[in-house]
């Protein structure tokens, strides 16, 4: 089992830049896809992005060019560096993971095994 905090969120004007972060505790880090979803107010949560551990990613189609997720296994951090971002990129943003270095993280929710408690991210135009 592996639990997730995520930290980085905050009020940043269009065009602006954001670092979101995800540290995750217990075993196995480096074998479960890890991913990012978000869900703005009165709506769905949706896929973001996506990696598994030997570095292979996917991203929403709104977010390529403009977001890049990585990871880091030897310290267990998961990352979601946000450049030029736009207002309807504001939403809460969770870190998600599913144990299998080669399981597939989104679009569904229902394809994440565990989930962190969120960080918010307003887009302020």
């Known amino acids: 089992q592996v639990q997730l905090v995520e930290s980085g969120g905050g009020l940043v004007q269009t065009g602006d830049s954001l670092r979101l972060s995800c540290a995750a505790s217990?075993?196995?880090?480096?074998?479960?896809?890890m991913g990012w979803f978000r869900q703005a107010p009165g709506k769905e949560r949706e896929f973001v992005a996506s990696?598994?551990?030997?570095?292979?990613?996917a991203y929403k189609d709104s977010v390529k060019g403009r977001f890049t997720i990585s990871r880091d296994n030897d310290k267990n951090t998961l990352t979601l560096q946000m450049n030029n971002l736009k207002s309807e990129d504001t939403a809460v943003y969770f870190c998600?993971?599913?144990?299998?270095?080669?399981?597939?993280?989104?679009?569904?929710?229902?394809?994440?095994?565990?989930w962190g408690q969120g960080t918010q991210v307003t887009v302020s135009s």
């Open positions: 217990g075993r196995g880090f480096s074998t479960y896809t």
């Open positions: 990696i598994r551990w030997i570095g292979t990613t």
């Open positions: 998600a993971a599913t144990r299998g270095p080669l399981s597939t993280i989104g679009p569904k929710t229902s394809t994440v095994e565990y």
